[in-house]
């Protein structure tokens, strides 16, 4: 069974305003680039539809619903709904489509859920907002598209699910969905000390943190990889895994301090996404729009058997080289992000905190025995 692709044109023009760092293209681009890779048979497409009121109340409260629906209509926010739902505060601007967007990257994670049923894999790059809260916008997030899928999994009779979560950022709004709910294990790689300074340690039943340095490279990575993560899969025995795969944690990205390339997405995507019969990969943070199209673009490849070329196709070329960028990366932008989909490595030693983490694996597993129990 060939993957799926979920999309939508939502997407395509859709800002959080000009200076806001979720500016930039990311979804439409992924989209133009693995078509101009030649990389999409169009029966493996799915549009995503827009989560129904109920769909997202499975999460949401009802109230705060309500409110993203008025600070859509009226593109303003009053400094009740501000207040209480943080909408319009702490960067979770009012735009254009505030409601729409994120219903429909929701509905495209649960339909990932759905695709994927009775077996499968599904990509959807305009899945991963994984901070948002049942009552509030948080960190750029107004839904949690990735709590919403796994609930539908769970809806549909699955009772032992892993979510794992690359983002620079902890997967807060996901660990604390199911932090008290057995049936879902979630394991998070992620910056330590970056906001929303959460995920320091393991918690009870299931909810694993993995902070690491500054600086983490490909093969540290690659070392929690062999030395925690699939250890970890192994001893879950998931009926579904998702992966949350921000690209906030390339060395290139302006909103974190980590080194990963685009390499060590792609060798975790291949390492685990057979070890369950259902894998969903989403999308998530990233801020420098080349790195997003090409980790995410990458991605698509490793699920649908597509090797990244030395060199780009002239079509492809033209998605990156159409793309503009107002930090300073896009000032004088490196040649290898227009012509290249593949990263360099970004080797090196494997320091003693990152070796700490992996030497942590009996807690870990203690944590997801008991959640079993």
Request: with cysteine.
């Amino acid at each position: 069974m060939r993957p799926w692709l979920i999309g939508s044109e939502i997407y395509r023009g859709s800002t959080y305003g000009p200076k806001h760092p979720l500016a930039i293209p990311r979804v439409s681009t992924t989209l133009d680039l693995i078509r101009a890779l030649g990389w999409l048979d169009e029966a493996q497409y799915r549009d995503s539809p827009m989560a129904s009121e109920a769909q997202l109340a499975r999460f949401h409260h009802p109230d705060y619903l309500a409110a993203l629906r008025r600070a859509e209509a009226a593109q303003a926010v009053s400094a009740e709904d501000k207040a209480r739902f943080r909408i319009g505060a702490d960067g979770n601007p009012v735009y254009r489509e505030v409601f729409r967007r994120p219903a429909t990257s929701a509905g495209g994670v649960i339909l990932a859920a759905r695709l994927t049923a009775a077996g499968g894999q599904a990509h959807c790059p305009g899945g991963g907002t994984h901070h948002g809260r049942p009552d509030r916008a948080s960190g750029f997030c107004y839904v949690n598209d990735a709590a919403l899928g796994l609930l539908e999994w769970l809806d549909l009779g699955l009772t032992r699910l892993l979510y794992l979560d690359l983002d620079a950022h902890h997967g807060d709004g996901v660990e604390d969905a199911f932090a008290q709910d057995p049936r879902v294990v979630t394991l998070s790689v992620h910056e330590a000390a970056r906001w929303p300074f959460t995920g320091l340690a393991h918690r009870p039943c299931g909810a694993l943190n993995l902070p690491v340095p500054q600086g983490f490279h490909d093969a540290e990575l690659r070392h929690l990889l062999h030395g925690a993560i699939l250890p970890v899969i192994e001893a879950v025995q998931p009926q579904a895994i998702m992966l949350q795969c921000g690209a906030d944690a390339l060395e290139e990205d302006p909103l974190a301090r980590l080194g990963l390339s685009n390499n060590a997405h792609a060798e975790v995507i291949a390492a685990v996404k057979d070890l369950a019969p259902r894998f969903v990969l989403l999308g998530g943070g990233g801020y420098n729009p080349w790195t997003v199209a090409r980790c995410w673009a990458r991605g698509w490849g490793v699920l649908d058997g597509h090797a990244p070329p030395p060199r780009l196709p002239p079509a492809a070329e033209a998605v990156l080289r159409g793309l503009s960028f107002s930090r300073a990366a896009g000032r004088d932008p490196p040649g290898h992000w227009f012509t290249t989909l593949a990263d360099a490595p970004r080797e090196g030693p494997v320091r003693e905190e990152v070796r700490a983490l992996a030497r942590g694996l009996p807690v870990m597993l203690e944590s997801v025995a008991g959640c079993a129990a």
